[in-house]
């Protein structure tokens, strides 16, 4: 009876040996962990194929335009005029592109500099604040950072309006009186004035909202041992804060660099990049040449060097940021 069983028993086990059959449900296994390692490429696989689509295809698109010749008449005609490198060569050889190259990366500089000099310091106000005051201080910047930016910036042209301004109105009360029509979009440093104001005002709440958060994961104890030490404010922000903090300020000036220099509406909104095209940055010079002037092949190779020096500058800044870390370490 037991030389039965055991035989019954290797009968029915299964046989691992070699030539045998793999045991039961180690294929399904196999197949189970290769469904799981695909499972996220094909969750990427939407965002992916909307990214080729919506920005992909269009960039390809530009960069044929820009190597053509592409005016009224060959739009009217449906031509198709290939120059090569005429455009970038024509563009390059004139004083006017590297004129707006270096007013764009000065404007660029001035911003994000205003930008994280506040917004680091609202940000260092909320945490400083009592609760309600911090409610009602996150409230505003909230309200501000979600107004629709045509919306801010027609506000701002109602505010510095040379007839019904309201800056005119208390600079005149306060007895300068010669402000009391000033035309703030007159001249170029009046109107970058105005922009820069503007585009500081929309800035501030990511910059402010996001320090004070980070603010809070910085551990009580070592501002309590920075205090015990004798350190005063400003110690305390350079030796606790910012160290800390580093991360935040290298990603969120990144992102301030390229949020800047690509603004477009509120510069064209408030002048349309006038006087005398004299507030024209990289953006708005592309537009103007491309559809003002009805020179799309232009316009398209503007906007492709326009890319590439912010890419430059970004890559810039990227090494700059690993060399720190690196000569840290």
Same mark, same amino acid.
Do not use: C
């Given at each position: ?15 691992? %040996?070699? %030539? ?8 399904? %296994? ?29 960039? /390809? ?87 629709p930016v045509i919306a801010a910036t027609t506000v701002f042209q109602w505010l510095f309006d040379s007839r019904y301004g309201v800056a005119n109105w208390v600079l005149d009360q306060l007895g300068w009186h010669s402000m009391a029509h000033y035309d ?9 004035? /105005? ?78 990049? %006038? ?55």
């Amino acid at each position: 009876m037991a030389v039965q069983l055991d035989d019954a028993v290797e009968k029915a086990a299964p046989r691992i %040996g070699k %030539g045998g059959a793999p045991p039961a449900g180690r294929g399904t %296994g196999s197949r189970r962990s290769r469904v799981a390692r695909g499972t996220p490429y094909l969750l990427l696989l939407p965002a992916l194929l909307a990214t080729a689509v919506f920005l992909g295809w269009p960039m /390809v698109r530009n960069i044929l335009l820009s190597f053509q010749t592409l005016n009224m008449k060959e739009l009217i005609q449906h031509l198709t005029v290939w120059t090569g490198t005429g455009n970038f060569q024509e563009i390059l050889g004139s004083g006017e592109f590297w004129r707006v190259t270096v007013r764009t990366i000065v404007f660029t500089g001035v911003n994000v500099v205003l930008i994280m000099v506040l917004g680091v310091l609202i940000g260092l106000l909320l945490a400083r604040l009592g609760k309600k005051m911090r409610l009602t201080l996150s409230v505003a910047l909230v309200l501000a950072w979600a107004m629709p930016v045509i919306a801010a910036t027609t506000v701002f042209q109602w505010l510095f309006d040379s007839r019904y301004g309201v800056a005119n109105w208390v600079l005149d009360q306060l007895g300068w009186h010669s402000m009391a029509h000033y035309d703030w979009v007159g001249t170029q440093l009046s109107t970058f004035f /105005v922009i820069t104001l503007l585009i500081v005002w929309q800035s501030l709440p990511f910059v402010a909202l996001n320090l004070y958060a980070a603010t809070t994961t910085i551990p009580k104890e070592l501002y309590e041992a920075a205090r015990m030490d004798g350190a005063g404010t400003w110690k305390v922000f350079t030796s606790v804060t910012f160290p800390f903090l580093k991360p935040f300020f290298l990603a969120t000036t990144f992102l301030e660099v390229i949020w800047v220099f690509k603004a477009f509406p509120q510069i064209f909104a408030i002048n349309k990049g %006038g006087p005398d095209r004299l507030t024209e940055t990289l953006p708005i010079y592309a537009f103007t040449e491309g559809v003002g002037n009805l020179h799309f092949g232009m316009g398209a190779a503007i906007s492709l060097l326009t890319i590439l020096v912010l890419l430059g500058m970004t890559a810039y800044y990227l090494r700059l940021t690993l060399k720190q870390e690196e000569d840290e370490l």
